[in-house]
C-alpha cells in the first residue's frame, strides 16, 4: 500500500519540515501540501535535516479534495472535541486496520490539518475513518511535526512489508460502496437523515473486504427489489 502524507495550509515552514524529517526517518516519501507554499520557505529546509529530497518532491495542490484524487483510503487526524464524526481510531488501531486494507486498496492519505483550526468538517467528509492522538486533558494538541512522526512511527512497520498486489476493481471496491449507499438513501427519501447519513458514512470505513463485498450484494439487491 502506498500512504501519502497531507498537509492541509500549514502556516509554519518549520513545521513542515519537521514533517519531512519524521517522514524520511520512518520510510515515507509521498508529501503533499494544500494551500500553502511553506515547503518552498528556508525554514522548512533548515529543518528538515536530511531530508530536503522529501521537500524536493512535495507535490502541491490547490484543494484537498485535489490532493485525494488519486486515493482510495483516507485518514484524517482531528481533535475529538472540533469533529462533529464521533468514531475514532487511535494510532495504535490503524495498524491492523490498514493492514487488512493493504491486501485490497492500493493507496491511501494520512491527513494533518492546520496548525490552529485542524480540518473543516467538510474536510472531514473525505475521510473513510478518523483519527487522534490520545492526550492528557489539560495539554490537549501536539505540533504538527510531533503529529506527523507519531503517526509515521506507529504505521512504520506497514512501510516495511512487501507490496501487494491490488486489482482495480477490488480497490474501488470501498468508494464504490460509499456512493452506492448515498443514492440508496436518496431513493428512500431519507437523505435529509444527518445522523443516519453520517453513521453510515463513517462506519463503512471499517469494513473488510468481505463485508463490503455482502454489502455490495445486499444493496443490489435492494435496489433490484425497488426497481420492480
Known amino acids: 500500500m502506498q500512504l501519502a502524507v497531507v498537509l492541509v495550509c500549514p502556516a509554519r515552514a518549520?513545521?513542515?519540515?519537521?514533517?519531512?524529517?519524521?517522514?524520511?526517518?520512518?520510510?515515507?516519501?509521498?508529501?503533499?501540501?494544500?494551500?500553502?507554499?511553506?515547503h518552498l520557505q528556508d525554514g522548512a529546509r533548515r529543518v528538515a535535516h536530511g531530508s530536503g529530497d522529501i521537500l524536493d518532491n512535495v507535490k502541491a495542490y490547490a484543494t484537498l479534495a485535489d490532493a485525494l484524487v488519486d486515493v482510495?483510503?483516507?485518514?484524517?487526524?482531528?481533535?475529538?472535541?472540533?469533529?462533529?464524526?464521533?468514531?475514532?481510531?487511535?494510532?495504535?488501531?490503524?495498524?491492523?486496520?490498514?493492514?487488512?486494507?493493504r491486501a485490497w486498496i492500493?493507496?491511501?492519505?494520512?491527513?494533518?490539518?492546520?496548525?490552529?483550526s485542524g480540518l473543516t468538517n467538510e474536510?472531514?467528509?473525505?475521510?473513510?475513518?478518523?483519527?487522534?492522538?490520545?492526550?492528557?486533558?489539560d495539554y490537549p494538541s501536539l505540533n504538527l511535526?510531533?503529529?506527523v512522526m507519531v503517526f509515521c512511527y506507529q504505521l512504520a512497520s506497514l512501510m516495511?512489508?512487501?507490496?501487494?498486489?491490488v486489482t482495480p476493481v477490488d480497490a474501488n471496491q470501498l468508494h464504490a460502496l460509499r456512493l452506492r449507499a448515498r443514492e440508496l438513501l436518496e431513493?428512500?427519501?431519507v437523505a435529509d437523515d444527518i445522523?443516519?447519513?453520517?453513521?453510515?458514512?463513517?462506519?463503512?470505513?471499517?469494513?473488510?473486504?468481505?463485508?463490503t463485498a455482502m454489502l455490495h450484494r445486499l444493496l443490489h439487491d435492494i435496489e433490484k427489489k425497488l426497481s420492480e
Open 14 to 38: 518549520e513545521n513542515v519540515g519537521a514533517a519531512a524529517r519524521a517522514m524520511k526517518t520512518m520510510g515515507f516519501h509521498d508529501l503533499r501540501i494544500v494551500d500553502s507554499d511553506a
Open 72 to 101: 482510495q483510503f483516507t485518514i484524517a487526524t482531528t481533535a475529538r472535541s472540533r469533529a462533529k464524526f464521533h468514531y475514532y481510531a487511535t494510532p495504535a488501531e490503524l495498524v491492523p486496520l490498514l493492514q487488512e486494507k
Open 106 to 116: 492500493g493507496s491511501a492519505a494520512l491527513v494533518f490539518g492546520r496548525e490552529d
Open 123 to 137: 474536510e472531514l467528509a473525505l475521510a473513510d475513518i478518523l483519527t487522534g492522538v490520545p492526550m492528557a486533558a
Open 145 to 147: 511535526g510531533q503529529a
Open 160 to 165: 516495511q512489508q512487501v507490496p501487494q498486489q
Open 187 to 189: 431513493k428512500l427519501c
Open 195 to 211: 445522523k443516519m447519513a453520517d453513521w453510515l458514512d463513517q462506519r463503512l470505513g471499517l469494513l473488510e473486504q468481505r463485508d
